[in-house]
């Protein structure tokens, strides 16, 4: 196990990079080849101290973002062709890493509540949060207009908090398409159902994969990220 303290600037390229590797050759079937591609990032673990706006923290203003169903966050992450909207850096839903860690529960720990020292930092690099635009208390709506792609650690950034745990922004490659793994994510499900444990309850993948199938096939979403 290797403990993780800080995200380096470079840490959520590298994670994508790697974990896209790894994903693809689930989504093969071959857990012997996946497992060597973990590798460099495999056993790590968050120990920083960054928390989940789901436990609020006193002078913070509340977070909504959770109100925000799970079928619009999917619709709003694929109109952001699966990048975060502050640092450009590719970004993976949490329902992906899960399914990577139902394959790989030691080497890629996932913790619902990302409880320090039982999540793989990965989660904090990576997965997106829907943020909203203008805040709800503000008037701003639920509806995906008003809604932008985040990594829960930019999210974080954009308040006072843990200011110091969080990298330098560096902005990402926008021209590489981008898809958040989400054409290998039945794959991988389906590699989780032979080898490994499950997180989540029944239909929690299915759901979601159903959402981005939807949010694909809308017209006003681009094919395989951006053009
Ligand atoms: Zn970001």
Same mark, same amino acid.
């Given at each position: 196990m290797t403990e993780v303290l800080e995200l380096s600037a470079t840490a959520t390229e590298r994670y994508a990079t790697v974990l896209a590797g790894v994903a693809s050759r689930l989504a093969d079937r071959d857990f012997i080849a996946a497992e060597a591609q973990l590798q460099?990032?495999?056993?790590e673990r968050w120990v920083g101290s960054l928390r989940l706006y789901a436990s609020p923290v006193a002078g913070v203003p509340k977070r909504l =973002?959770?109100?925000?169903a799970d079928r619009v966050k999917a619709e709003v992450f694929a109109k952001d062709s699966?990048?975060?909207?502050?640092? =450009?850096g590719r970004a993976v839903p949490r329902c992906v890493l899960v399914a990577i860690s139902d394959v790989f529960p030691e080497l890629f720990s996932y913790h619902p509540n990302f409880a320090r020292g039982k999540i793989h930092p990965a989660f904090w690099a990576l997965a997106p949060e829907a943020d909203h635009v203008i805040a709800h208390s503000s008037g701003g709506t639920n509806e995906p207009s008003n809604l932008t792609t985040l990594h829960t650690t930019c999210n974080t950034r954009k308040s006072s908090t843990a200011r110091s745990a969080l990298p330098p922004v560096v902005i990402g490659n926008h021209d590489a398409a981008w898809d958040g793994l989400t054409a290998v994510y039945p794959g991988v499900v389906a590699a989780g159902e032979e080898h490994g444990v499950r997180h989540s309850s029944l239909g929690y993948h299915a759901r979601w994969m159903k959402y981005f199938s939807d949010a694909a096939s809308r017209p006003d979403v681009p094919v395989g990220g951006l053009p």
């Open positions: 460099p990032i495999a056993g =973002g959770r109100s925000v699966f990048r975060c909207t502050y640092c =450009g």
